[in-house]
T-cell receptor
Framework: EAGVTQSPTHLIKTRGQQATLRCSPI?????VYWYQQALGLGLQFLLW???????NRGNFPPRFSGRQFPNYSSELNVNALELEDSALYLC?????????????FGPGTRLTVT | AQRVTQPEKLLSVFKGAPVELKCNYS??????LFWYVQYSRQRLQLLLR??SRESIKGFTADLNKGETSFHLKKPFAQEEDSAMYYC????????????FGPGTRLSVLP
């Protein structure tokens, strides 16, 4: 069974540009979570999608947004990029909403803003 | 509100010594608790969860509801245990998402 996949692996943008990151969950998983892992800061929760809807978002500005498609894949968009947005962005998927289910993580997209 | 704390950012132990990574949580209900591990250059992966009550790679964790803790323990640390460890909580109610602690970096010295 294929795991969670993310693309691209690396993304280099300049300040003010927009970045789009993509995530494909494990087949059968309906929930997708996005996290930012900045150097030395651990996992910061960004967004949670389930069944195509945004269920919750973390303490990030509105220029961080996303969506979930009918096939449960997801996109994270970051507008007006700032230098401090440079980080590893992790996507995780989960099988439905039962709290006994763990999250499965992708390898991440390394975003560098110059 | 649900919250997970891991008081140690970095924990260094010698090979063969016991190790305990602390995790405390706050949640008004009965949560599910997990430990995730991230080895160097690998993706974040589940290590164990309290409902399965199993030992993975020699690690165990017991949920103490009275102390609201879920500490991760191993009697004899190995160098390959060096990694970043995250404690996580999931609430039983729909709408509760995962909450991760800040993480503890374990360094096992030779």
């Amino acid at each position: 069974e294929a795991g969670v996949t993310q693309s691209p692996t690396h993304l280099i943008k300049t300040r003010g540009q927009q970045a789009t990151l993509r995530c494909s969950p494990i087949s059968g998983h309906t929930s997708v979570y996005w996290y930012q892992q900045a150097l030395g800061l651990g996992l910061q929760f960004l967004l949670w999608y389930d069944e195509g809807e945004e269920r919750n978002r973390g303490n990030f500005p509105p220029r961080f947004s996303g969506r979930q498609f009918p096939n449960y894949s997801s996109e994270l968009n970051v507008n007006a990029l700032e230098l401090e947005d440079s980080a590893l962005y992790l996507c995780a998927s989960r099988q439905g909403t039962s709290d006994t289910y763990e999250q499965y993580f992708g390898p991440g997209t390394r975003l560098t803003v110059t | 509100a649900q919250r997970v704390t891991q008081p140690e950012k970095l924990l260094s132990v010698f090979k063969g010594a016991p190790v305990e990574l602390k995790c405390n949580y706050s949640y008004s209900g009965s949560p599910e608790l997990f430990w995730y591990v991230q080895y160097s250059r690998q993706r974040l992966q589940l290590l164990l969860r309290h409902i399965s009550r199993e030992s993975i790679k020699g690690f165990t964790a017991d949920l103490n509801k009275g102390e609201t803790s879920f500490h991760l323990k191993k009697p004899f640390a190995q160098e390959e245990d060096s990694a970043m460890y995250y404690c996580a909580l999931s609430g039983r109610n729909y709408g509760q998402n995962f909450v991760f602690g800040p993480g503890t970096r374990l360094s096992v010295l030779p």
